[in-house]
């Protein structure tokens, strides 16, 4: 069964990095849509960085353009958000999730992905 499993939350001071993986299995995952999202308190899941199975562009919100980078290693099925220049508004629980189904968005959405890890706690403070 398909399952995904997020690591490397950490706390961190801002303006640090940080990369999250996501370990994936039961799915070949270059046939997947795959994005990383993030929930802070009181907050909405928002999607920030997805790699569609449409066109394999990445695309990002503009909250973490230019700062983040999703990529993906087909031999380790994992898919990474490597973190840059972080923020204390960048704190919140960050999901690793995916889906068979087309996704053709150029933003990533949330209801698009039906397969989610449970989460990996980042915090950016001083």
């Known amino acids: 069964q398909v399952q995904l499993v997020e690591s490397g939350g950490d706390l961190v001071q801002p303006g640090g990095s940080l990369r999250l993986s996501c370990a994936t299995s039961g799915f070949t995952l270059d046939a997947y849509a795959v994005g990383w999202f993030r929930q802070a308190p009181g907050k909405e899941r928002e999607g920030i960085a997805c790699i569609s199975n449409y066109d394999r562009n990445p695309k990002y919100s503009d909250s973490v353009k230019g700062r983040f980078t999703i990529s993906s290693d087909n031999a380790k099925n994992t898919v990474y958000l490597q973190m840059a220049s972080l923020k204390p508004e960048d704190t919140a629980v960050y999901f690793c999730?995916?889906?068979?189904?087309?996704?053709?968005?150029?933003?990533?959405?949330?209801?698009?992905?039906?397969?989610w890890g449970q989460g990996t706690q980042v915090t950016v403070s001083s």
């Open positions: 999730a995916a889906t068979p189904n087309w996704v053709s968005r150029s933003y990533c959405l949330v209801y698009d992905y039906n397969y």
